[in-house]
């Protein structure tokens, strides 16, 4: 009796320890949800997000929107090195027509790393250095990622004709496509901030 007793116990506190672990990343997950509402990539928004969620501390806006920003610079550097990986091999192959292809989307991938960081650094500033300088930061940062956005599409549909073989051509595109997405929910995230920080502080819309 007293086994069956423990056994009984150890199933009990097993099943409760799963399902406050199953609850809490429920709860996480509809408090995302709600944040990614406005996102056009709403699944990408909430998974990005949540393995940073801490159930002791709610994120505020805008730790979500540097968590997502700092996602898509991340993306963009490792896209980044793939892209120079598969033209340094074509090349050293001699296929110059396939090099040519992706030297200009090299280019504006650079650009694109290049902006995205900025405008991390760009967001981090924010509402540490006084509301006088919010909307500046706030014109910057929308500025970069909406350039970031334009650079990404433009190597997209710089790759889109014959000069890249059919199978690194697929593989480049689907890394951009990803960090499109990631680039337009940071993008929604900031508004998302910027619009409940201004109301707060009474700040006049830019």
């Known amino acids: 009796m007293a086994q069956n007793v423990l056994s009984f116990l150890v199933l009990f506190f097993a099943i409760f320890a799963f399902s406050t672990v199953v609850e809490s990343i429920s709860r996480e997950r509809v408090y995302l949800e709600s944040q990614c509402r406005s996102a056009l990539y709403r699944d990408l928004c909430v998974r990005t997000l949540l393995p940073y969620m801490n159930k002791k501390v709610v994120p505020s806006p805008q730790r979500l929107t540097q968590i997502s920003l700092a996602s898509c610079l991340s993306k963009a ?5 793939y892209v120079n990986m598969i033209a340094k091999r074509l090349n050293e192959t001699g296929k110059v027509q396939e090099f040519q292809a992706l030297e200009e989307c090299i280019h504006q991938i650079d650009n694109g790393v290049d902006q995205i960081t900025r405008s991390f ?4 500033q924010m509402g540490t250095d006084g509301d006088e300088n919010f909307v500046w930061h706030e014109s910057n940062v929308q500025s970069w ?14 790759i889109a004709g014959d000069g890249i073989g059919r199978k690194e051509k697929a593989m480049i595109n689907a890394r951009f496509v990803n960090m499109k997405q990631l ?23 830019p």
């Open 121 to 124: 650094k760009e967001l981090q």
């Open 145 to 158: 990622v909406s350039a970031a956005l334009t650079d990404i599409t433009t190597c997209i549909d710089g």
């Open 183 to 205: 680039a337009s929910n940071s993008l929604m995230m900031f508004t998302r901030f910027t619009t409940r920080y201004r109301a707060s502080r009474g700040i006049k819309n």
């Open 77 to 81: 550097r490792v896209t980044k090195t």
